[in-house]
């Protein structure tokens, strides 16, 4: 069964069910009528072992570009000791080509905050720090406010338990970021919201056991946890009901998944679909299809660091398999970008390597320095200066960063090595018409 | 580029004799922001960000003074501040217009609206106006891939801009 009727966009019109025009802030007072809540209410009469069993059912894997079981996640945390326990909400999104965390934000961010009193109350957490990009200037607003109406409705802050109901009492801090995509990753976010810089954390010891201020620490994403909230509403096997399963052995891809669509189509914008949706059906049937009637050349799987689906993958399933059936990293954060036939793609691997040199945190040399030199390699091929050499460097580079190659503290080389390798792959003979050759300077010696 | 260093230790830093924090916001911090950590050092960020926000830039004798309240070294400040392209060390313009250079921007032609803003306030990105009004800056992904071209204003996102609502929005700037 596919996802009949809008789940996360419950409250927040979008095609084909509402029209984004009449989208507004929904209150705490509207999203109380309109059924919210309930789930809290719910989950407060279950053992906190039923929700996270019933969130390991579902099989709910991560939003945030991961895809790591959520339930799984949340039994890594050690026995409470009495001592702090933290949940770190991943609102980041510094991903290019990702901005479906916003719309939750913009608009619905009582269903987000429902999510964390939900897993706050099933791992025993007890504060909770809604880290949000800095340059979301509005979003923060919004979300304090709402964190505000609900310290005033007894889910955060109160003394007599969540709503008055149990033993813990949780608290919702926001925590702004100002401007570093590395804070994305969940153990460089530990380090911000500690007020340090954001440079990813060797692990082990995984967030789970040692996060935030050396105490147990859940992080996940803003989807993933908006996804928590009806599933403790409508159960675990609703929610497998939306989506696919693994088309390879693999896990499966279950629920209904927000995914943003950019760059060439005639209707961008965010849309709640199913998980395992052919790229062409988001496009033609979502997003208005191609601008200008032009046609498919690529799009960016899921976020750039996902790396390219090229000319022949317009078909491709948006699930979780797809890093192993196309060639790309992963699903990512499941937001494609989508290029036309006139797109440079030589261009296109410039720009993505400029946004990982900017972004490079700074602390493994291969990231910093490779990151460097792929994109001043890319410069020289995009204005025909380079030769083929160039090209097999470029290669080599991006191939030996990362944690995949064991190069490097986090995933934000493999994103850069993956991005640029897929793009000259893939459309290898647009970057050789733009090189060179390369003659290895011979010399005859005389004797 | 985060991890490009700023001045050393040699730096002398500007002193004035009012603090950049007042006891009211001392008071502030004490009782409601720095209670929501751990170790007084979370605070940092939200206290940068109100300095940042009033005066434009976080001077150096500032540095001190939080290091002071957070009861850690001013280096560690600094190690922050330098960090982070949100704050800066030197004063921004009354307007920091932040035009996105990122993928889904550069292919719906983010490049028009740069060189319109270069010639029209004649600074690079990443500079001030003279007369400190404007400060031009390329960003990367804005998380508004569906408004593409876009930028923000003091803040404020503007979507889908052209040179015609690109003046449009900046002649309307009050003054
Ligand atoms: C370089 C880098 C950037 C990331 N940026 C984000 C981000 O902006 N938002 C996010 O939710 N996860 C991001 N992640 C993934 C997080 O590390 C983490 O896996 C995720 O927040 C876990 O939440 P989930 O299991 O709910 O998906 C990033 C990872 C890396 C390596
Ligand atoms: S891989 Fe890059 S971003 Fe990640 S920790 Fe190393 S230098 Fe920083
Ligand atoms: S690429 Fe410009 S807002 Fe995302």
């Known amino acids: 069964m596919p996802v009949t009727e809008p789940v996360l966009c419950h409250r927040i019109p979008t095609p084909p069910w509402g029209d984004p025009a009449d989208r507004h802030l929904v209150t705490y007072d509207e999203y109380v009528k309109s059924g919210g809540y309930q789930a809290l209410k719910m989950a407060l009469d279950m053992k906190p072992a039923e929700i996270v069993d019933a969130v390991k059912e579902s099989q709910l894997r991560g939003r945030g570009g991961a895809g790591f079981p959520c339930g799984l996640k949340w039994t890594f945390l050690p026995e409470p000791d009495g001592g702090r326990r933290y949940l770190a909400v991943n609102c980041d999104e510094a991903e290019p080509g990702t901005f479906k965390d916003r719309l939750l934000c913009d608009f619905d961010p009582h269903l987000v905050l429902e999510g964390i009193a939900i897993t706050c109350h099933a791992c025993r957490l007890d504060t909770a720090y809604f880290f949000i990009r800095g340059e979301y200037h509005h979003q923060a607003e919004t979300v304090q406010r709402a964190i505000d109406e609900a310290y005033e409705a007894g889910i955060f802050g109160n003394k007599k338990g969540i709503l008055g109901k149990g033993d813990l009492s949780i608290e919702c801090y926001l925590h702004r970021g100002a401007g570093a995509y590395i804070c994305g990753e969940e153990t460089g976010l530990l380090e911000a919201v500690e007020g340090k810089r954001g440079w990813p954390r060797v692990k082990p010891p995984f967030p789970a056991v040692s996060g935030l201020f050396g105490r147990p620490t859940i992080v996940n994403n803003v989807e993933t946890l908006a996804a928590v909230t009806p599933i403790v509403l409508n159960g675990a096997e609703w929610f497998t009901k939306m989506g696919c399963d693994s088309s390879i052995g693999g896990p499966p891809s279950y629920g209904p998944k927000l995914m943003g669509v950019s760059g060439h189509v005639n209707k961008p914008g965010v849309y709640e679909v199913d998980l395992g949706i052919p790229l062409r059906k988001l496009v033609d049937d979502f997003a208005g299809g191609m601008r200008g009637g032009k046609a498919y050349k690529g799009a960016i799987a899921g976020g750039v660091s996902m790396g390219i689906l090229g000319p022949d993958q317009f078909d491709a399933e948006m699930d979780f398999d797809i890093g192993r059936k196309y060639d790309v990293m992963g699903l990512g954060t499941a937001c494609p970008t989508i290029f036309d036939e006139d797109t440079d793609m030589v261009a296109v691997a410039r720009n993505i390597a400029r946004f990982f040199k900017n972004e490079s945190c700074g602390q493994c040399t291969p990231c910093r320095e490779g990151a460097q030199w792929i994109y001043k390699l890319l410069c020289r091929i995009e204005s025909g200066e380079a030769t083929s050499k160039d090209l097999d460097l470029l290669l080599e580079i991006a191939g030996s960063m990362g944690i995949m190659p064991g190069t490097t503290i986090c995933g934000l080389a493999d994103g850069n090595n993956w991005a640029v390798r897929t793009i000259v792959n893939k459309y290898r003979s647009e970057f050789e018409s733009r090189v060179k050759p390369y003659f290895v300077p011979v010399t005859m010696g005389a004797g | ?175």
């Not at chain 2, 032609?109 to 400060?135: A, M, N, S, V």
């Not at chain 2, 960003?139 to 979507?159: K, Q």
Request: glycine share 6%; hydrophobic share 35%.
């Open chain 2, 1 to 175: 580029m985060a991890w490009i260093v700023k001045p050393s230790a040699t730096t002398t830093i500007p002193r004035r004799d009012k603090p950049y924090l007042t006891d009211k916001m001392k008071k502030h911090y004490r009782a409601e922001i720095i209670p929501r950590y751990e170790r007084p050092q979370g605070a940092l960020m939200p206290i940068l960000h109100d300095v940042q926000h009033d005066h434009g830039h976080i001077p150096y004798q500032a540095m001190v003074e939080i290091a002071q309240l957070l009861e850690i070294h001013p280096a560690d400040v600094l190690d922050t501040v330098s960090f982070y392209e949100e704050y800066t060390t030197e004063p921004v313009g009354k307007y920091v217009v932040g035009v996105c250079q990122s993928i889904a921007c550069e292919v719906c032609g983010h490049q028009t609206i740069l060189d319109h803003l270069r010639r029209k306030l004649e600074i690079e990105p990443h500079e001030t106006t003279k007369d400190g009004r404007f400060t031009l800056l390329a960003m990367e992904c804005l998380g508004a891939c569906e408004g593409a071209p876009c930028a923000l204003v003091n803040g404020d996102r503007h979507d889908n801009l052209t040179i015609e609502s690109l003046d449009a929005l900046l002649d309307a700037l009050p003054d």
